[in-house]
C-alpha cells in the first residue's frame, strides 16, 4: 500500500468501504493487473503479459500484480458497479484524481505469486499456455479480480498514512520497518488466527496438490468467447448461509458526505485547479489577464465555466458551457500571478476553474 500522488493529502479508509477490481466476466485485457512468469528458479528472467498462458513452463512461479482503484465520490461505500471509485488520471496508480471522485485514498497492490513447478507430478514441466483456469472457470486469465473490505483499525491507518517515516519514501518497506505500525506486527498471532465463522468446506480436498475432479459449483471451462456456460442439469452451489452476516450501510450519513456541489446562488463560484480540462467554447489569450476578465468575457458570451491557464508565460482565458469531470484535479502547482492584477492565474498547462451560477 502506498499513498499515491505525494501533492494530493490521502484519507484513510472510511468504515465499511468496499470496492472490486477487475471483473471476473471479463474477456480482454485489464490495465488494472499484468501477469509475470518468472523463467527460472532464482526470479532473474521475468517476462510480463496482459494473462496467464504462458508459452513457458515458469519454473520461478507465475505471478499477478493487481492495483485498486485509489479516488473515491466521497459519498458512496460501495456500489455494484464500482462507480463510486475511479484511477488516477495519468495511470492506474499515478496522478491526479478526476473532479467526479476528488477523495485520494491509499494505493493497494495486491500480489499474488502461484507455484505450479512445486507440483511436478501434475504440472509435468509443461507450458503454462491451455493449463491454467481462474476459479470461476475462466481459462484466459482475464477475468482476475479481487475484493477489498476497508478492516483496518481506522485511526491507526490515519497516523501510518501521515508518518514520513511509512509514506512517500520512494522505495518499499515491510510493515515492521514502519514506525507507526511495528508494534502490531505479530506474525505468530497472524498465524494462529483462526475464521471466527470457521472454514467453508468444499465437497473436494483441499490444499495444495491436490487434484480436483471439476471445479466446484457450476463452473465449467469458459474460454474467450461468449457467455460463462450454464450447467445442465443445474449444480447446487455452496452453502454459505453460516457466514453470511448483516451488511452496513452503503452510503455515508450526510453530514460525512465530501459535498462537491456548487452554491446555487447568482455569481461566479470557485471549483478548483483542474488539469487536462479542454474548452468547448471562447479560448483566447490576453496579456492583461485576471480571473475576472476571464469570466466577464465568458459571462457575455453565454458560457457558464471560465478557467485562466497560463503556459510558457502565456495567460489564457478559457470559457465553456460543460466541465470535463475526468479533469484531474490539483492541489499544488496553480498559484501564478495574473499579469493585469491581483489574484492567481493558474499554472503551467493547469485550469483554474470557476462555474456560474444563474442570476
Known amino acids: ?21 477487475g471483473d471476473p466476466n471479463r474477456k480482454t485485457p485489464n490495465s488494472a493487473f499484468f501477469w509475470s512468469c518468472h523463467r527460472k528458479a532464482d ?83 509443461k507450458n503454462l499456455n491451455g493449463n491454467l483456469v481462474l476459479a470461476n472457470g475462466d481459462t484466459t486469465g482475464y477475468g482476475l479480480h479481487a475484493d477489498f473490505i476497508m478492516g483496518w483499525d481506522r485511526a491507526i491507518l490515519t497516523k501510518a498514512l501521515n508518518d514520513p517515516g511509512c509514506v512517500n519514501l520512494g522505495h518499499s518497506i515491510t510493515i515492521q520497518s514502519c514506525p507507526t505500525l511495528a508494534p502490531y506486527f505479530n506474525i505468530n498471532a497472524a498465524q494462529s488466527c483462526k475464521p471466527a465463522r470457521g472454514q ?17 459449483g457450476c463452473n465449467p471451462l ?26 452496513g450501510p452503503d452510503v455515508l450519513p450526510a453530514s460525512q458526505q465530501y459535498n462537491s456541489a456548487l452554491p446555487d446562488t447568482p455569481g461566479w463560484h470557485d471549483i478548483g485547479c483542474y488539469s487536462n480540462s479542454v474548452a468547448n467554447g471562447i479560448n483566447y489569450v490576453d496579456a492583461k489577464m485576471t480571473p475576472q476578465r476571464c469570466q466577464d468575457t465568458c ?61
Open 1 to 21: 500500500m502506498r499513498s499515491s500522488d505525494p501533492s494530493q493529502p490521502v484519507q484513510a479508509f472510511p468504515e465499511g468501504f468496499k470496492m472490486l477490481a
Open 299 to 359: 459571462k457575455k458570451n453565454g458560457y457558464n465555466y471560465a478557467g485562466v491557464q497560463v503556459t510558457v508565460s502565456t495567460f489564457r482565458c478559457a470559457c465553456s458551457s460543460t466541465f470535463d469531470s475526468n479533469a484531474g484535479l490539483q492541489l499544488s502547482g496553480c498559484d501564478a500571478a495574473c499579469p493585469g492584477g491581483s489574484g492567481t492565474c493558474g499554472g503551467m498547462l493547469l485550469v483554474i476553474h470557476t462555474r456560474r451560477a444563474q442570476d
Open 43 to 125: 526470479l532473474s528472467d521475468e517476462v510480463a503479459s496482459d494473462n496467464f498462458n504462458f508459452n513457458d513452463p515458469c519454473i520461478g512461479g507465475i505471478k499477478h500484480d493487481l492495483t485498486f482503484p485509489s479516488c473515491w465520490d466521497g459519498v458512496n461505500l460501495y456500489k455494484n458497479d464500482q462507480s463510486h471509485v475511479a484511477y488516477p488520471t495519468q495511470s492506474i496508480r499515478d496522478g491526479p484524481c478526476p473532479a467526479s471522485h476528488p477523495i485520494r485514498l491509499p494505493s493497494i497492490l495486491l500480489e499474488v505469486t502461484y507455484h505450479p513447478e512445486k507440483f511436478p507430478a501434475i504440472t509435468k514441466g
Open 222 to 247: 469458459w474460454g474467450a468467447t461468449g457467455s460463462k456456460p450454464t450447467c445442465n442439469p443445474a449444480v447446487a452451489g455452496l452453502d454459505i448461509s453460516a457466514f453470511k452476516s448483516t451488511a
Open 200 to 216: 467453508l468446506n468444499e465437497p473436494y480436498l483441499q490444499g495444495d496438490g491436490n487434484v480436483l475432479p471439476k471445479l466446484p
